[in-house]
Each structure stands twice: as structure tokens, then as C-alpha cells.
């Protein structure tokens, strides 16, 4: 395991730090370098929103599943005369039920802001039928609802219990699902820089036939020549990696930022700790990069053996 | 060292060379001659491990070719040095670079190296020319980078297949010099070459073991010569 350990800091090391003299064997080869150069970049370019997507969405469906989960509504339709009585009960009663921590009337301002994105502004609330509204946080494992449900149809006839379990399953699914998509993308994102790079290492090391077999006659070994390559290319899709990463970023910096109506594109981006994460994606881009360089160089020269 | 034992070597459905035996013992010198396409070059990179025989067993210092992967043939190249006809350089470095890459291949420090490589660049009278580009040489500059290259490691054997073949008499001489010098120093030497003359001028200079291959085989040449 030490010796292990020894291996792959030695190699690890000899990557990074190089030898110029041997990076000076292998001629730069002009067209390769440059389609390993935009295809990591804009393979980091999209990682960056593949991963933004994959974020949000993870937000988003912790936001549901948690908060909206701790969150029921209690609506009261009665008659005009009957409504304040309706509600008091009620409030009596969700009082008096195990698993809520608290029970409030939705004030009238709150709930013309409710209705504003539909009726505009300046709605005369207090002069329209609407029913009333009280939001119920639960605590602990929450409240039993069909327990309640009853009681509430003995106390206030005219209550409506909504625990949001209707449009909350299918929004949490479907935020799932988009941040495996997000999730399915950064992974093809990273084969097609995989593919890239590999055909362009192909196209490198046919180039350098010559090369290699000069390299050969000399006494170098295989590893020593694929050395050369895995170098140049691992270098290289990190430096493509970095300069698209650092695009992509810029980029998710101009999208507009959350408002108040919480709407999911304009969530789009990081938050907090997540704006670390973008600063992996060179580096797997580099890790990608020298797997498939590797992968290459062992074949060919397997193949020109 | 070096040691063919009743090697036969087939290509595209031929026996190019069948039934050779050949043992190269350290400071010996060797002329390979015979007509072109006679199987010279063939022969020589089954000494160097660049082919594998398709019949019979070819040493390397000691061990079969057969039991050792790339890496090892690699390592056993470093004590094996090669002149091609051709000489293959690598276009982008400079002579003195070409000269020194066996030393780069191998991990050499080159700080440490540096004066030994200046020495041999003076010995083979390329000073002027350390750092111009391979095709800027002439035919026999490029054949005594090439044999630079050769002997820098200090090879415990010299290959040289037609090292004189795109040169003029003069310079095949000057080359001859060199190699017979080699010799003189301990290496083993083996020249593939068709040019009788070359062979006929080394006689008189150094006490050299002529082989022919005809008809596939090989045969000790001798007072043709």
C-alpha cells in the first residue's frame, strides 16, 4: 500500500512538475492541441450549468421535501356569519392536536398578496367571499391528518385540510429527476471530453510514428513515451478545463438572481459553499484527460510494437 | 552477449534467412555483407530485439528475446547501439539534442553529462554543428551524429547497418576510423555493408570476422576478400 502510495506520488508528481527535457522529445503537434484545448473548455463550459442545474434542483427538492412537508393549510368556507366562529374552533382544535407547533390565521395583506399574481394589486379582499385561511407548522413525526380531518368536520363543518401531499409528490419527483438528468449530463459531458481527447491523442501519437520509433531504438521505454503524451494532454485539458470553467461561472454570475416569487430559473446558480464545487471540474477534466491519454498511448503503442 | 542459435526469421509467406547461428563475444569486430535485399538489415534487428525470429532462439545478454517484454528489450537497447542507413533523427531538436537522447531517455542527469556529450560531439567533428537541425546535415554529418548517438551510452555493442552508404570514400573512411577506434576500446562491432571496399580497407586495421548470407543462410567469407 506504501509502495502503492509511493507510485502514484512519484507519478503524480512527474505530471505535474515534468521534465522539460522530455516534454522537448515529443514534437507539439498543432491541431491536436488545440481541439484538446476547445473541447475541454467547452466540455467545462457546460459542466458548469450541468452542475448548477443538479444544485438548484437539489435545493429545490429539499425545499419541498422539508419545508413544504412541515407546512398544511386549513381552508374555511362557511357562511359570512358563521366564518370567525368556524375559525375559532378550529384554532381550538389544532391547539389541541398532537404534532402541530403552531397555528395562525393568514392576516388579510397576506393573503392579497396571495392573490395578486392573479387579480393585480389593490384587491378589496374584505369585501369578496374568500375563504379564510390558517397556516399549521407541524413538529415532531407531524400530525395525524385523517384523525384530524374528523374532528375538525364535527367542530368546523366548512374546513377544508390541504397537507400539500397532492402537488408536493409530483413536484419533488420531477426535481429528482431533473438533478439526475443534471446529474446523467456531467457524466456525458465528461465521456464526450473522454472521446475527444482520445481521438485527439490517437491522431497525436499516428503523427508521431516516427517519433516513437526513434524513441524505441533508442532505449525508451513505453512508459517513458506515453509519459510524454499523458503530460502534454493532461496539461492541456486542464488548462482547457480552467479558462471554461472560469467562463462558465462568469456566465451563472449574470443569470438573475432568485426573487420573490421564487421562481426555479432565476434559482438557477450556486449558493453558499456550492460556488466551491465548479473547482473540481478542471481538475476531473485533468483526471479524465490523462485516463484517456493514457488509455491511448498504451494501445497505439501496444499496436506499433 | 549477443547469440542467434539456428535462427530463421519468415515475412509475408518467405523464409528471408533460415538456420543462422551467429555469436557476438565481446571486442570482436564483424562485417555482414551480401547482395541487397540478401537479409543484412533483417538480421541486425534480430540482434537488437526489433524482430523476433520465427524459429530458433536469439540471447540478449543471456536471456531468450522471447522471454522479454518491451520495457526489457527497452533496457537492453540502452547497451546496444544502433546506426541506421537512414540515421532517423528527430527533425525538431538540434544535433547536439539528438546526439544526446539515449541520455534523456534514460533519466540521465544531463548537468552531469553535459561534458562527456560535448567531447563526443568534438570526437565525431560536429562542434560546429551541435545546433543546427538534422536536415540541415550533410550525409556524412548526419551519419556521425548518428553514430554519436550510438555510443554515447557507452553500448557494450555497436549495430551499424550500411553507415557508409550515403557517404563519399573519404568520409566511409573517416567513419571506419571511428568505429575501428570503438573497437579498440572494448566495444563489439558489427558493420552490415555491401561495399567490399570498406571491407578490404578495415582488414588491414583491425583483425574482423567477414559473414556473407547467401541463399538465406549465413557463411564465413573469406579469401574473396
Same mark, same amino acid.
Given at each position: 500500500?506504501?509502495?502503492?502510495?509511493?507510485?502514484?506520488?512519484?507519478?503524480?508528481?512527474?505530471?505535474?512538475?515534468?521534465?522539460?527535457?522530455?516534454?522537448?522529445?515529443?514534437?507539439?503537434?498543432?491541431?491536436?492541441?488545440?481541439?484538446?484545448?476547445?473541447?475541454?473548455?467547452?466540455?467545462?463550459?457546460?459542466?458548469?450549468?450541468?452542475?448548477?442545474?443538479?444544485?438548484?434542483?437539489?435545493?429545490?427538492?429539499?425545499?419541498?421535501?422539508?419545508?413544504?412537508?412541515?407546512?398544511?393549510?386549513?381552508?374555511?368556507?362557511?357562511?359570512?356569519?358563521?366564518?370567525?366562529?368556524?375559525? &375559532?374552533?378550529?384554532?381550538?382544535?389544532?391547539?389541541?392536536?398532537?404534532?402541530?407547533?403552531?397555528?395562525?390565521?393568514?392576516?388579510?395583506?397576506?393573503?392579497?398578496?396571495?392573490?395578486?399574481?392573479?387579480?393585480?394589486? &389593490?384587491?378589496?379582499?374584505?369585501?369578496?367571499?374568500?375563504?379564510?385561511?390558517?397556516?399549521?407548522?407541524?413538529?415532531?413525526?407531524?400530525?395525524?391528518?385523517?384523525?384530524?380531518?374528523?374532528?375538525?368536520?364535527?367542530?368546523?363543518?366548512?374546513?377544508?385540510?390541504?397537507?400539500?401531499?397532492?402537488?408536493?409528490?409530483?413536484?419533488?419527483?420531477?426535481?429528482?429527476?431533473?438533478?439526475?438528468?443534471?446529474?446523467?449530463?456531467?457524466?456525458?459531458?465528461?465521456?464526450?471530453?473522454?472521446?475527444?481527447?482520445?481521438?485527439?491523442?490517437?491522431?497525436?501519437?499516428?503523427?508521431?510514428?516516427?517519433?516513437?520509433?526513434?524513441?524505441?531504438?533508442?532505449?525508451?521505454?513505453?512508459?517513458?513515451?506515453?509519459?510524454?503524451?499523458?503530460?502534454?494532454?493532461?496539461?492541456?485539458?486542464?488548462?482547457?478545463?480552467?479558462?471554461?470553467?472560469?467562463?462558465?461561472?462568469?456566465?451563472?454570475?449574470?443569470?438573475?438572481?432568485?426573487?420573490?416569487?421564487?421562481?426555479?430559473?432565476?434559482?438557477?446558480?450556486?449558493?453558499?459553499?456550492?460556488?466551491?464545487?465548479?473547482?473540481?471540474?478542471?481538475?476531473?477534466?485533468?483526471?479524465?484527460?490523462?485516463?484517456?491519454?493514457?488509455?491511448?498511448?498504451?494501445?497505439?503503442?501496444?499496436?506499433?510494437? | 552477449?549477443?547469440?542467434?542459435?539456428?535462427?530463421?526469421?519468415?515475412?509475408?509467406?518467405?523464409?528471408?534467412?533460415?538456420?543462422?547461428?551467429?555469436?557476438?563475444?565481446?571486442?570482436?569486430?564483424?562485417?555482414?555483407?551480401?547482395?541487397?535485399?540478401?537479409?543484412?538489415?533483417?538480421?541486425?534487428?534480430?540482434?537488437?530485439?526489433?524482430?523476433?525470429?520465427?524459429?530458433?532462439?536469439?540471447?540478449?545478454?543471456?536471456?531468450?528475446?522471447?522471454?522479454?517484454?518491451?520495457?526489457?528489450?527497452?533496457?537492453?537497447?540502452?547497451?546496444?547501439?544502433?546506426?541506421?542507413?537512414?540515421?532517423?533523427?528527430?527533425?525538431?531538436?538540434?544535433?547536439?539534442?539528438?546526439?544526446?537522447?539515449?541520455?534523456?531517455?534514460?533519466?540521465?542527469?544531463?548537468?552531469?553529462?553535459?561534458?562527456?556529450?560535448?567531447?563526443?560531439?568534438?570526437?565525431?567533428?560536429?562542434?560546429?554543428?551541435?545546433?543546427?537541425?538534422?536536415?540541415?546535415?550533410?550525409?556524412?554529418?548526419?551519419?556521425?551524429?548518428?553514430?554519436?548517438?550510438?555510443?554515447?551510452?557507452?553500448?557494450?555493442?555497436?549495430?551499424?547497418?550500411?553507415?557508409?552508404?550515403?557517404?563519399?570514400?573519404?568520409?566511409?573512411?573517416?567513419?571506419?576510423?571511428?568505429?575501428?577506434?570503438?573497437?579498440?576500446?572494448?566495444?563489439?562491432?558489427?558493420?552490415?555493408?555491401?561495399?567490399?571496399?570498406?571491407?578490404?580497407?578495415?582488414?588491414?586495421?583491425?583483425?574482423?570476422?567477414?559473414?556473407?548470407?547467401?541463399?538465406?543462410?549465413?557463411?564465413?567469407?573469406?579469401?574473396?576478400?
Amino acid at each position: 500500500m506504501k509502495e502503492l502510495f509511493g507510485q502514484f506520488v512519484e507519478r503524480f508528481s512527474g505530471l505535474i512538475i515534468g521534465d522539460s527535457q522530455a516534454d522537448r522529445v515529443v514534437p507539439p503537434t498543432g491541431f491536436t492541441a488545440w481541439l484538446t484545448l476547445f473541447s475541454a473548455g467547452a466540455m467545462a463550459f457546460l459542466a458548469v450549468f450541468a452542475l448548477a442545474l443538479s444544485l438548484a434542483t437539489s435545493r429545490l427538492a429539499d425545499r419541498w421535501g422539508d419545508e413544504l412537508a412541515r407546512a398544511s393549510t386549513l381552508r374555511i368556507s362557511a357562511p359570512e356569519g358563521q366564518i370567525q366562529a368556524q375559525t &375559532d374552533a378550529a384554532l381550538k382544535v389544532l391547539k389541541t392536536t398532537p404534532g402541530i407547533a403552531s397555528a395562525r390565521t393568514l392576516t388579510s395583506d397576506e393573503q392579497k398578496a396571495l392573490l395578486e399574481p392573479w387579480f393585480g394589486p &389593490d384587491l378589496p379582499v374584505e369585501r369578496l367571499p374568500i375563504p379564510r385561511l390558517i397556516e399549521i407548522i407541524e413538529e415532531g413525526d407531524g400530525y395525524d391528518a385523517d384523525g384530524l380531518r374528523l374532528r375538525l368536520s364535527a367542530e368546523a363543518p366548512g374546513a377544508v385540510l390541504d397537507d400539500h401531499t397532492r402537488w408536493r409528490k409530483p413536484l419533488i419527483s420531477a426535481a429528482s429527476r431533473l438533478r439526475l438528468l443534471g446529474w446523467l449530463s456531467l457524466l456525458l459531458i465528461g465521456g464526450t471530453m473522454a472521446a475527444m481527447i482520445t481521438l485527439a491523442a490517437n491522431a497525436a501519437l499516428s503523427a508521431n510514428a516516427q517519433v516513437i520509433s526513434v524513441l524505441r531504438l533508442v532505449g525508451a521505454t513505453d512508459g517513458y513515451i506515453a509519459q510524454a503524451f499523458e503530460r502534454r494532454f493532461t496539461l492541456r485539458g486542464l488548462m482547457g478545463a480552467g479558462v471554461g470553467m472560469i467562463a462558465g461561472v462568469l456566465a451563472t454570475l449574470i443569470l438573475p438572481s432568485t426573487d420573490v416569487a421564487g421562481g426555479f430559473l432565476t434559482g438557477l446558480g450556486f449558493q453558499g459553499w456550492h460556488w466551491l464545487w465548479p473547482l473540481l471540474i478542471p481538475l476531473l477534466a485533468g483526471a479524465v484527460a490523462y485516463a484517456a491519454t493514457r488509455a491511448a498511448a498504451r494501445r497505439t503503442l501496444e499496436n506499433m510494437a | 552477449m549477443i547469440e542467434l542459435e539456428n535462427v530463421a526469421y519468415s515475412y509475408g509467406g518467405g523464409e528471408l534467412l533460415s538456420d543462422i547461428s551467429l555469436r557476438l563475444q565481446p571486442g570482436s569486430f564483424h562485417f555482414l555483407t551480401g547482395p541487397s535485399g540478401a537479409g543484412k538489415t533483417t538480421l541486425l534487428k534480430l540482434c537488437y530485439g526489433a524482430l523476433f525470429p520465427t524459429a530458433g532462439q536469439v540471447q540478449l545478454f543471456d536471456r531468450d528475446v522471447r522471454s522479454l517484454d518491451r520495457d526489457d528489450i527497452a533496457l537492453a537497447r540502452r547497451r546496444i547501439g544502433v546506426v541506421h542507413q537512414d540515421c532517423q533523427f528527430l527533425n525538431h531538436l538540434s544535433v547536439e539534442e539528438n546526439i544526446a537522447l539515449p541520455l534523456t531517455v534514460s533519466g540521465r542527469d544531463m548537468l552531469n553529462e553535459g561534458a562527456n556529450l560535448r567531447e563526443l560531439v568534438n570526437w565525431v567533428g560536429l562542434k560546429s554543428r551541435a545546433e543546427a537541425l538534422p536536415p540541415e546535415l550533410s550525409g556524412g554529418e548526419r551519419q556521425r551524429a548518428a553514430l554519436a548517438r550510438a555510443v554515447i551510452m557507452s553500448p557494450d555493442v555497436i549495430l551499424a547497418d550500411e553507415p557508409t552508404g550515403n557517404v563519399d570514400w573519404e568520409m566511409s573512411q573517416r567513419l571506419l576510423r571511428l568505429l575501428i577506434e570503438l573497437n579498440r576500446m572494448g566495444k563489439t562491432v558489427m558493420i552490415a555493408t555491401h561495399d567490399l571496399g570498406l571491407i578490404r580497407a578495415a582488414k588491414s586495421q583491425v583483425q574482423a570476422r567477414v559473414l556473407r548470407i547467401s541463399n538465406r543462410r549465413l557463411q564465413l567469407a573469406g579469401a574473396d576478400l
